[in-house]
């Protein structure tokens, strides 16, 4: 079957009358699912307009084949679906991310991440779906702005009819979305199917991807690829958190092939394991948005790590840039390794020993070998100084200057090593250390979360028939002095100089992406707040109350919410409804009064 380009299918979402000519035999099994109530449980009503192809890019921007070319060197070889659109930078970054540095010796087949700059001038027609996506979404797993994620899988394998003697070719997911575990369990269907059978799957692949419905959170989504059916549950924003809503096997799901229980989480445990008596301090330099660069053997374990890195403050989002996997050749490699200035707010992943003396200026390195088994002890290793940094046979550590704000914890350390004692499984291991970092992160931001809560105006400021009050600004001073009596001392055992990391947290980009995000939020509430003031408000006799002239303004300030509510989508459409109601009547009593 033949991919079209969206150019041959029309372009405006809002020509619905296009849909009523299409075959009923395009409809996708994965459409007929009845889901479940609760957040982004029922059908959007928006899905009826999405267009052929729509589907496939809410999950995913391109497919692409990169191969070796003895005189090119790496060369996106196939673009899937063909209508995908890349800049030439783009094309760039995709093949050198796409392929293992020559160090790393990845012989067989390795799956890996990497995520670059998304090239300037591309909009998106689907912005109202994405929206949805990203308002029930939690902070993590929102989409990408001005980013790509990579998803690999990287065979190499001898062969001697070829003249390097290797068969190397990658299969990669272009994707604004970070979900790591389900893409890269994708691939696993994926890719085995590509070297065998060759272009015919990825057609056949694309056009089930297209049949999917869209990745709202909260449903439970059951979805048809090449013959085996994933079943998965993207995560909300109003689940409770540290509890994983597991997606449950019933007896009706005999078809379903795969069951994933996360969409985005990596393995703490293995990936901290070569540092896991420093993690406390690892989870400080994260926090603060510290410099940082791993330093491993392959991408596989550079980009694990680094994802690692990413995730360990969340429920909060890590907001400075990161790349899971980082080369010579990427576009951003002077920018990131100049001595002309302190090095940015950024997290590199990196395999090649020239970044040991290509970085050796930087605040914090970690040095990362081969990742062991969950049974095998890890040494205790110390902090060592940059000055003891080697560049080619560096031994495995953390390699800071860096003194933490907290006191170590011993505890937790004691906990994993007596589970690696007692053989107790990796998957334990993990929801301990993931619960030890969401307990540790939650306790840093509650006392911010009560300081901003308290920024908002009381609900008996807000008035009908004036603009909706403003916060109040966040002051650093007032701030701190909450710490005294409502700190995170409420909420941890950890002592330390709580003070001294909040006031560093206050100057790093994740603060501010936090307290934008909140400020957002609690704007929008306010502008809630607002309508219902005015859809509870009586207003045949307000209208009696007020002057001509008052009466006349407020149809104005109506006729203006109309406009930004319709525009921005900010709130339902029930508001909208009311609104017009409250335009309408007041108008109508205006022209009883003059006539």
Not at 462 to 474: A, N
Not at 503 to 521: A, C, I, Q, T, V
């Amino acid at each position: 079957m033949a991919l079209q380009g969206r150019e041959e299918l029309g372009e405006q979402v809002e020509e619905s009358e296009d849909l009523d000519d299409q075959d009923a035999s395009s409809i996708s099994p994965a459409e007929e699912i009845t889901l479940p109530p609760g957040p982004g449980g029922d059908e959007d009503p928006e899905e009826a307009l999405l267009l052929p192809w729509d589907r496939f890019s809410t999950w995913l921007h391109c497919i692409c084949v990169v191969g070796f070319d003895l005189e090119l060197g790496q060369a996106v070889e196939v673009i899937y679906p063909h209508h995908s659109k890349l800049s030439e930078k783009e094309k760039t970054s995709i093949c050198y991310l796409s392929f293992p540095d020559s160090n790393s010796g990845c012989l067989g087949d390795t799956q890996f991440c990497f995520r670059f700059r998304q090239g300037s001038n591309r909009k998106s027609s689907l912005g109202c779906f994405l929206e949805t996506t990203d308002r029930d979404a939690p902070p993590c797993l929102k989409r990408e702005q001005g980013h790509y994620y990579g998803y690999v899988y990287f065979r190499q394998v001898r062969d001697k009819s070829l003249k390097r003697g290797y068969f190397q070719k990658s299969l990669v997911l272009i994707s604004k979305m970070p979900y790591v575990t389900f893409f890269h369990s994708l691939l696993k269907i994926m890719a085995p199917e590509y070297f065998e059978k060759q272009e015919p799957c990825l057609e056949a692949a694309c056009n089930d991807i297209d049949r999917w419905p869209t990745p709202h959170p909260g449903r439970i989504l059951t979805l048809p690829i090449m013959g085996v059916v994933i079943k998965v549950r993207i995560p909300t924003s109003y689940d409770k958190p540290g509890t994983s809503q597991l997606v449950q096997s019933a007896q009706s799901d005999s078809q379903v092939s795969i069951v994933l229980p996360t969409i985005h989480e990596v393995d703490l445990f293995r990936c901290f394991y070569p540092v896991f008596f420093h993690i406390q301090m690892l989870w400080e330099l994260v926090l603060l948005g510290e410099a940082l660069v791993v330093m491993a053997p392959s991408p596989a374990e550079s980009s694990d790590t680094v994802l690692a890195l990413v995730s360990c403050i969340s429920p909060l989002r890590y907001c400075s840039d990161f790349r899971p996997y980082f080369t010579i050749h990427d576009s951003e490699f002077k920018e990131y390794t100049t001595r002309t200035q302190a090095p940015p707010s950024v997290i590199l992943g990196v395999t090649n020993p020239f970044f040991a003396k290509t970085l050796q200026h930087w605040p914090h390195i970690i040095r990362i070998g081969d990742m062991k088994q969950a049974g095998e002890m890890a040494k205790q290793m110390k902090v060592k100084k940059l000055k003891n940094l080697k560049t080619l046979d560096s031994k495995p550590g953390v390699y800071t200057a860096y003194k933490p704000y907290l006191n170590k914890d011993e505890e937790i350390i004691k906990q994993l090593q007596k589970g690696v004692q007692q053989k107790r499984p990796s998957a334990a291991q993990n929801a301990i250390l993931r619960r030890y970092f969401l307990e540790l992160t939650q306790s840093f931001i509650i006392p911010l979360e009560r300081y901003v809560a308290s920024l908002m105006p009381l609900q008996k400021s807000i008035s009908p028939w004036k603009s909706p009050p403003q916060l109040r600004p966040f002051i650093q001073q007032d701030f701190m002095k909450t710490l005294e009596k409502a700190g995170p001392q409420l909420t941890s055992r950890l002592k330390g100089d709580w003070i001294g990391l909040y006031r560093h947290f206050l100057k790093s980009p994740n603060f501010d992406g936090w307290f934008r995000n909140r400020r957002r939020e609690m704007t929008q509430k306010l502008e809630a707040l607002h309508l219902e003031a005015l859809c509870e408000e009586d207003l045949e006799q307000r209208v009696q109350m007020h002057s001509e002239v008052e009466t006349v303004d407020l149809v104005l300030k109506l006729k203006d919410k109309l406009v930004s509510t319709n525009s921005s989508k900010v709130h339902k459409h029930q508001y909208y409804k009311y609104y017009c109601y409250i335009y309408i009547y007041i108008y109508c009593q205006c022209c009883l009064y003059y006539y």
